[in-house]
């Protein structure tokens, strides 16, 4: 499988935003749950956000509603994180994910825990300061 690498991370003041890449070339078909997480120094990777590459179902953490939004360009292979009106706690490593799943309806239920998902990128460093 193509690897998935992230890109677009970077450090910003609060209230700022960055719109992270996942280039995912082997995940662009109908049938993969494609998913954003994230890890801060000490704590548990959290899933942040789901997106389902057939139908395009969304899914997201409470903490990141309404701020975060997750897209998929099919022709350039590529999925995004925008992030809007950042705040510290945002801060961490962010991970995108991808797992073969042709069932669209399980894909958010999944992105929340992170050994569901065999296949990640290297992650980038989003840090967010107040």
């Known amino acids: 499988q193509a690897p998935l690498v992230e890109s677009g991370g970077d450090s910003v003041q609060a209230g700022g935003s960055l719109r992270l890449s996942c280039e995912a070339a082997a995940y662009s078909d109908d049938t993969s749950c494609m998913a954003w997480f994230r890890q801060a120094p000490g704590k548990e990777r959290e899933g942040v956000a789901t997106l389902h590459s057939g139908d395009g179902a969304l899914s997201y953490a409470d903490s990141v509603k309404g701020r975060f939004v997750v897209s998929q360009d099919k022709v350039k292979k590529i999925m995004y994180l925008q992030m809007t009106d950042l705040k510290p706690e945002d801060s961490g490593m962010y991970y995108c994910?991808?797992?073969?799943?042709?069932?669209?309806?399980?894909?958010?239920?999944?992105?929340?825990?992170?050994?569901?998902?065999?296949?990640w990128g290297q992650g980038t460093q989003v840090t967010v300061s107040s």
């Open positions: 994910a991808a797992v073969r799943l042709p069932f669209s309806g399980a894909c958010g239920p999944l992105g929340k825990r992170a050994g569901s998902f065999p296949n």
